[in-house]
């Protein structure tokens, strides 16, 4: 059987996204008087690090294999942050409701979402929008037609209202930083520790 790309690769991953924040996409000229000015070369995209307990040495080749499978950063997976697979008002294991975008602010960096009856969004939330584009909450609101919030990164160009909006383990498409996965064994027990590296591919 075909695996199938992007891979859910985080589905049982043992252990923890130690870094999940944007990656600025901005270059920087320092003028004569000391000012320091951004130029915006594209909407940040979020990048990742990932690092596993201590595995035992089976558990250590399986999770090499998985990560050779994605083929130093040519193929794409998943990505999250394993800190934020459900709403901070809603942990545990209760069916949450798919929302849907009712409205995008001309600023593209505020929106409404309809259809979340009895769902707060807090400050740190994620949320995806459509298949592959993932956005962390800015403003605490509640459904079932929230006011309008901010987000980051801004709305992605091309997304319009009727959007389906995820809440439960949303997700962004991530491709493995080259060169950045170790996992050296003890030499003493075999045991060892997965880390890898990713940025979102879009």
């Not at 991530?174 to 591919?201: C, H, L, N």
Request: with cysteine; aromatic share 6%; glycine share 8%.
């Amino acid at each position: 059987m075909a695996i199938t790309y992007p891979l859910d690769l985080l589905a049982g991953f043992p252990g923890w996204s130690t870094e999940f924040d944007l990656l600025s996409r901005d270059e920087f000229s320092r003028t004569a008087n000391g000012r320091t000015i951004p130029k915006n070369l594209g909407s940040p995209l979020w990048r990742a690090s990932y690092t596993t307990r201590s595995l035992r040495p089976n558990q250590l080749d399986e999770w090499r294999a998985r990560l050779s499978s994605l083929e130093n950063g040519q193929k794409t997976f998943k990505g999250y942050p394993t800190s934020r697979c459900r709403p901070i008002a809603h942990p545990g294991s209760a069916v949450l409701p798919t929302g849907s975008l009712f409205s995008i602010d001309a600023n593209r960096k505020a929106i409404r979402i309809t259809a979340l009856a009895g769902v707060s969004l807090s400050v740190g939330d994620m949320i995806q929008i459509g298949t592959k584009d993932l956005h962390q909450v800015m403003e605490p609101v509640d459904g079932p037609v929230t006011g309008l919030f901010e987000v980051r990164p801004h709305i992605w160009p091309g997304v319009a209202n009727g959007a389906v909006v995820t809440i439960v383990r949303p997700t962004c498409i991530m491709a493995i930083v080259p060169g950045s996965i170790s996992s050296t064994a003890d030499k003493e027990t075999g045991r060892g520790v997965v880390s890898f590296q990713a940025i979102e591919a879009r």
